[in-house]
């Protein structure tokens, strides 16, 4: 099934063509009509179909993604749970009654229990996609060339994915397997995780982002879901700085700190190979990100503290060729790195000692800002928790000295310092993306540490000069 569609990008982009499409992996590109402000939603697109992860079964609404209040579940299947009954009697009326007969002996099925998990979690949005097409009597949008159903069969395919026998929820009155092969062959290279706080719970697809959106590993824009009680996660993306009218806006497909394994889904599941400004630095200087061209990091962080503090860089430095990363700081570009320090920066932020937790921080961020595009949300969720850690050092800290003199990391700087550079730095980059996903998220405790904060100027007469 090929189809043309009408794709409506919205007031701030247009689609143009790429000149070689014929031999490019890109079709087109979405490109900026005028000059964009950091924040700004770029697209709102709704879902055509999404499912929890199997982890998340039972622990959110099957409807609307919202976290359990309470539980309503299924009678008949038992296998769907629901916030109240009116998320139950819309998911009914939307997919459910399609289903619900058949799931429990689909799932208990040789043929779907054989399949890898990835492939059955695909299944069941398959199955969700399809059900809502029947349940809804949808299937005469496909010949409507403005409707987002549309657009699915224009996004692209996958040529190596074939549908598994048996893998699907049988479900009545549903397409030839022809036609559920074709939807299944654009879900790798189309589908998204949703997330809140940018921790996934659940996959979907959105047609018309996929259709719009190219991948960056250093985007200016990143999708964010909202979750509202009684609908399925509606995915906005917002730009993350600043764009200029004709630059190209691109979105993450996948986390840019899987430094090493990047180019590999990508090639996989995308069938292209990145050319940004950061993979190509690391082609260039890091072999290709064969991982035994990279000297593994040194075993103690205050080692690694003391190398990154002589090395003040940023990753724009390093892109354009301006300055180069010495050979013994190369390690903050292996993989295992950023899992060795995250873990560790766990552990010491839960059982101390505070400052071995802070300078454990202060190379992630480091790390972080050579990795990551300006303003990623990632950067802004470590800050967090690095203001988090600095301010349990301030009120665990027993020597009767003022913050602003007492210090906890290597370099000497103050602990009030400290937990206020961080705290603004999470603010002004996660203010960027805004409110998304669960309730009771990064900007409230940015909130609570921020009355902290005047509290402790009240306490110690501070007064905190502002740059
Ligand atoms: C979700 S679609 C992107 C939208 C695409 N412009 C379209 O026309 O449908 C994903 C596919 O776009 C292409 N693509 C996306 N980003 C790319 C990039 N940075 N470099 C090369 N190809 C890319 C790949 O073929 C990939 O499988």
Redesign the pocket.
């Known amino acids: 099934m090929e189809s043309e569609a009408i794709i409506e990008p919205g007031d701030y982009l247009r689609l143009d063509s790429v000149p070689n499409a014929q031999t490019?992996?890109?079709?087109?590109?979405?490109i900026a009509t005028q000059n964009i402000k950091a924040g700004t939603t770029i697209l709102t697109s709704k879902p055509s179909a999404t499912a929890l992860l199997a982890s998340e079964k039972g622990k959110r609404c099957d409807h609307c993604c919202n976290k359990l209040r309470s539980l309503n579940r299924c009678k008949n299947c038992a296998a769907y749970y629901y916030c109240d009954v009116a998320c139950q009697a819309a998911d009914w009326k939307l997919r459910h009654k399609k289903m619900c007969k058949s799931y429990n002996k689909w799932k208990a099925s040789v043929e779907y229990q054989r399949l890898d998990e990835h492939v059955k979690s695909d299944m069941v949005l398959l199955s969700h996609l399809v059900a809502e097409i029947v349940a809804q009597n949808k299937l005469a949008l496909f010949d409507d060339r403005r409707s987002e159903l549309r657009v699915i069969t224009?996004?692209?395919k996958?040529p190596y994915t074939t549908l598994p026998a048996g893998g699907m929820c049988p479900i009545p009155g549903q397409h030839s397997d022809e036609i559920l092969g074709d939807f299944y062959s654009r879900f790798s290279?189309?589908n998204f995780a949703i997330h809140s706080h940018f921790t996934s719970f659940a996959h979907g697809m959105y047609p018309l982002a996929?259709?719009?959106?190219?991948?960056?590993c250093v985007p200016n824009a990143a999708a964010k879901y909202i979750l509202k009680k009684g609908e399925p996660p509606l995915m906005k993306v917002i730009a993350l700085s600043d764009i200029i009218e004709g630059d190209e806006v691109?979105i993450p497909?996948i986390d840019p700190a899987l430094i090493q394994r990047r180019a590999q889904i990508l090639d996989y599941s995308?069938?292209?190979?990145?050319?940004?400004v950061s993979c190509k630095y690391l082609r260039r200087t890091c072999g290709g990100l064969a991982l035994p061209t990279i000297k593994p990091p040194p075993k103690d962080p205050r080692q690694a503290v003391k190398l990154v503090e002589v090395q003040p860089l940023t990753a724009q430095e390093l892109w354009d060729g301006t300055k180069t990363l010495p050979d013994e700081l190369k390690f903050i570009f292996h993989e295992e790195w950023l899992i060795m320090q995250t873990s560790l920066y766990s552990k010491y932020s839960h059982d101390g000692p505070p400052n071995t937790a802070l300078a454990c921080g202060e190379l992630i961020i480091y790390t972080y800002k050579l990795i990551y595009s300006s303003n990623y949300p990632q950067i802004g969720l470590h800050c967090l928790e690095q203001a988090k850690t600095a301010w349990n050092a301030i009120v665990s800290d027993t020597s009767g000295k003022s913050p602003a003199e007492v210090s906890y990391i290597p370099s000497g700087e103050p602990g009030l310092a400290t937990f206020v550079k961080a705290l603004r730095e999470a603010k002004r980059i996660l203010d960027i993306v805004g409110e998304e996903g669960d309730p009771e998220g990064p900007l409230n405790e940015i909130g609570v540490l921020e009355k902290n904060l005047q509290g402790l100027l009240d306490e110690w007469h501070i007064n905190l000069v502002e740059k």
């Open positions: 490019s992996t890109i079709r087109d590109k979405a224009s996004l692209m996958n290279r189309n996929s259709r719009i959106f190219n991948h960056s691109c497909y995308y069938g292209f190979t990145c050319a940004c």
